[in-house]
């Protein structure tokens, strides 16, 4: 064994310290000695080792310039320091029977950590999607009604502070709307010509003018129109490279979304004079706003709130009925404190509570389609746009030769 051990230490480990010739020496102490001579081969092992973990850190050290090297050595601490958060994780658990992976907005959860090991726990601080909600001495109970959240995925964070240590852990879940959407009833009060070539994305009126933002590639427009006569009075067109997408009046502004571009432009509504452009990081699908932001949808579920002047992400809204989550929110419309909004490929609106996200109410258009003259670039039913002075709604849809004047029964 100890013969073996050295062979190990002389062969295996090029450099190490002994040399065939101690190796020689060591070969001839006699048997009385053998312990000896195992304690000494032992231990020049471990020195050996030692010894070409060095040398072979020194050796990477000179393969890679610095700079790498730190990188790595910073990656093995990191990676050792992962795991010891990951122990600290499973000291504690947050899950408890009234946290359901879905929530209704009216009900509460407590809070309060499965403590496995019995840890002195010192406070727990909580936060929901980064937002302090409370925080309590020891592991004592954090009721929190959830009436003041928005609708979607919720992150939970348990910011423990135990025995000199601190440690997050984390959960999610979901909360949907209380109460599943009414159904709006609407009649025809009108109905007037629009252009078939128009794959409308944008719709919304202006001092009596209804503007209509149009998409596809090489045919994207931003136009007025006279609703009464579908007649285009003035129309600019996007490049050829942008694909128009929703748009909105505020301030005397138009705002603008291209598809896939992310860029948007603004333009002065008087005279679609061009005056900049912005950018954002999603898709470009609906566009309102409120009197005083943006409100844009990028075909999820969720609705941004933009601030206008800097473009900037504000808020989230997460669109829910008690059911399911809806995505492919499309053409909006902010109409009397409600988000009006197209949803990509159905017959419907959606009448949407911006404060928390809830479909309130639900309008069936699937009967609008059958009345518009059918050719095969006939597309889904896409624009909503309010006329205050008429207090009625017009709805359209991509290439459809009809715009419909509608009031809700
Ligand atoms: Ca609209």
């Not at 709006?184 to 010509?193: K, Q």
């Not at 502004?253 to 571009?261: A, F, N, P, R, S």
Request: include cysteine; charge should be neutral.
């Amino acid at each position: 064994m100890a013969s073996d051990l050295h062979r190990t230490a002389t062969t295996t480990y090029l450099c190490c310290v002994p040399t065939l010739e101690e190796s020689a020496g060591a070969g001839r102490v006699g048997l009385a000695g053998a312990n000896i001579q195992s304690f000494y081969i032992f231990t020049r092992t471990i020195v050996c080792i030692k010894n070409h973990c060095i040398f072979t850190v020194l050796n990477i050290y000179n393969m890679l310039n610095g700079k790498l090297f730190a990188i790595i050595l910073l990656g093995i601490i990191a990676l050792g320091c992962k795991e010891d958060e990951n122990e600290l994780k499973k000291l504690f658990s947050i899950e408890n029977p009234t946290l359901k992976p879905i929530l209704k907005l009216e009900e509460s959860i407590d809070l309060v950590l499965q403590n496995k090991e019995n840890k002195t726990i010192d406070s727990v601080v909580y936060f929901i999607n980064e937002t302090k909600i409370g925080a309590v001495k020891g592991n004592d109970k954090l009721p929190f009604a959830l009436n003041k959240q928005k609708l979607g995925n919720q992150t939970l964070k348990a910011l423990v502070y135990f025995e000199g240590k601190n440690i997050d852990i984390n959960t999610s879940f979901s909360i949907y709307a209380s109460q599943e959407p009414q159904l709006l009833n609407y009649s025809i009060v009108n109905t007037y010509p629009h252009d078939s070539n128009a794959y409308t994305q944008g719709f919304e009126f202006y001092n009596g003018v209804l503007l209509e933002g149009t998409g596809q590639y090489k045919e994207s427009t931003l136009r007025k129109t006279d609703y009464k006569t579908g007649k285009v009075n003035q129309q600019i067109k996007l490049e050829d490279t942008f694909f128009g997408e929703g748009i909105t009046v505020l301030n005397g502004k138009i705002y603008q979304l291209t598809w896939k571009e992310k860029t948007g432009f603004v333009y002065d509504a008087n005279t679609l004079a061009l005056e900049k452009k912005f950018t954002f990081e999603t898709d470009g699908w609906g566009l309102t706003n409120d009197g005083t932001n943006l409100y844009m949808s990028d075909g999820s579920e969720i609705i941004y709130i933009l601030n206008p002047t800097t473009f900037k992400v504000i808020d989230r809204i997460g669109v829910y009925t008690a059911g399911s989550k809806i995505d492919s929110i499309n053409e909006m419309e902010w109409i009397n404190g409600k988000i009006w909004a197209n949803i990509y490929q159905k017959d419907v609106i959606a009448v949407i509570n911006p404060k928390t996200g809830a479909v309130e109410n639900v309008i069936n258009c699937a009967d609008l389609k059958t009345k518009v003259t059918q050719h095969p670039e006939v597309d889904y039913f896409n624009g909503i746009a309010y006329n205050p002075a008429t207090k009625t709604y017009f709805v359209t849809g991509k290439n459809w030769d009809k715009t419909f004047e509608i009031v809700i029964n």
